[in-house]
């Protein structure tokens, strides 16, 4: 079965998966433990403007996206946190217009886009190295900031009130979670694409919170279910002749509902 692993196009997306699963284990945690979903949602399908950015400027899409995407996550995080009575409708008008701005800017760009698919429905078997080298330099400053504020992240997430009283900087933190949400899901992208980024961002973390409480603990966990999802779903993908990207988050998802009820009958 690793004889497929002769091939570079499969070692860049095994590549591409660990380094993409090590930031979805990691600020997934985060996003499932302050409930901020549909946040990320909104974060991840604005992103979609960044793209159609890229093209309009004759720049690389990747990097139009995490200009977008800082954007529209601090734009996002900051009305979640002044006016929370009605985030979610502001939210979803920002999402909204993301996509829409991504649509305006591509029908602006002239010439064919012949990848534009891959980064709605994700291309891991097209991860070129260069990509790998961008998910990398990302992966090193989710983890740097994470592990440097690490106990008052957890503290915002786990008591915000006590944050507050010893003088944690929350909200300054939460833009800064928000922004690294939306680089993860600017490296999500190539592999699972801006449709289903979120379900790889989520499932891993929420199906380690089944079992650990501990944070650090369930980084780690959701982290290796995210790379043994991506292996099992380029697996199934190569023989059975499927969309990766869907695979993957195919397998994540009956993963999550036989964990669901391996819980629930203890």
Known sequence: MLNVFQYGFMRNALAAGVLVSIACGIIGTYIVINRIVFLSGGIAHAAYGGIGLGYFLHIDPVFGAIAFSLVSALGMGWVHRRTRER????IGVMWAVGMALGIIFLDMSPGYKADLMSYLF???LAVPTSDLIIML???VIIIALTAAFYKELQAISFDETFAFVVNVPVDRLYLMLVSLIAVTVVMTMRVVGLIMVIALLTMPAAIAGLFVKDMKRMMALSAGLSVLFTF?????????????????????GVAYFISFQIKNKK
Do not use: E, K
């Open 87 to 90: 985030a979610d409708t502001i």
């Open 122 to 124: 994700g291309s891991i």
């Open 137 to 139: 330099v990302l992966n």
């Open 232 to 252: 099992i779903g380029l697996m199934l993908s190569y023989y059975l002749n499927l969309t990766s990207g869907a695979t993957i988050i195919l397998v994540s």
